[in-house]
T-cell receptor
Framework: RKEVEQDPGPFNVPEGATVAFNCTYS??????FFWYRQDCRKEPKLLMS???SGNEDGRFTAQLNRASQYISLLIRDSKLSDSATYLCVVIMGEYGNKLVFGAGTILRVKS | DVKVTQSSRYLVKRTGEKVFLECVQD?????MFWYRQDPGLGLRLIYFSYDVKMKEKGDIPEGYSVSREKKERFSLILESASTNQTSMYLCASSTRRLSTETQYFGPGTRLLVL
């Protein structure tokens, strides 16, 4: 079983739609979680951190469910510019020093 | 603004060649990382370094070595390139507190080994 798993998609949605991705992780001791965004042929960039209490940044909401060991990303009112690959990142390791990336979920927003 | 640069965007090498990939960051970050990214596998950590002259193996170090002689520069070396090392290579850097600090990535090097 992979340490961090994501549905690869692609998720094809119309502009204005609400879309959600999940990411499951295997290590119940993991403490820190992030969503990164990667545009086509570009490097990953931090989108947002995921806190235990959830995190909202404009149209984006990230949530953590420790009991079921998954994090989620909700995008409301999708824009064409939201089209990208969304990478789930989980901090693991005894000293919290190992970042494990999911393979990414592709989102395509169409007009 | 944090800047991480990589020496080449595209590289074509032949099997058996020695390959050097250079990464430079200008934010005085202690931590530097080398990943490879392949379709369906995500980013996989090859090596990382917490300080000058220090290096730690990541998940897939076989066939690679690294060098960190200066704080701002982290080099990835393929001693004898093989076709299964064809991939996108991404360098990243971050400050000391890894678990809470953002990793900043370079633009990546697409390596093709023929």
């Amino acid at each position: 079983r992979k340490e961090v798993e994501q549905d690869p998609g692609p998720f094809n949605v119309p502009e204005g739609a609400t879309v959600a991705f999940n990411c499951t992780y295997s290590n119940s001791a993991s403490q820190s979680f992030f969503w990164y965004r990667q545009d086509c042929r570009k490097e990953p960039k931090l989108l947002m951190s995921v806190y235990s209490s959830g995190n909202e940044d404009g149209r984006f909401t990230a949530q953590l469910n420790r009991a079921s060991q998954y994090i989620s990303l909700l995008i409301r009112d999708s824009k064409l510019s939201d089209s990208a690959t969304y990478l789930c990142v989980v901090i693991m390791g005894e000293y919290g020093n190992k970042l494990v990336f999911g393979a990414g979920t592709i989102l395509r927003v169409k007009s | 603004d944090v800047k991480v640069t990589q020496s080449s965007r595209y590289l074509v090498k032949r099997t058996g060649e020695k390959v050097f990939l250079e990464c430079v960051q200008d934010m005085d970050h202690e931590n530097m990382f080398w990943y490879r990214q392949d379709p369906g596998l995500g980013l996989r950590l090859i090596y990382f370094s917490y300080d000058v002259k220090m290096k730690e193996k990541g998940d897939i170090p076989e066939g690679y070595s690294v060098s960190r002689e200066k704080k701002e520069r982290f080099s990835l070396i393929l001693e004898s390139a093989s076709t299964n090392q064809t991939s996108m290579y991404l360098c990243a850097s971050s400050t000391r507190r890894l678990s809470t600090e953002t990793q900043y990535f370079g633009p990546g090097t697409r390596l093709l080994v023929l």
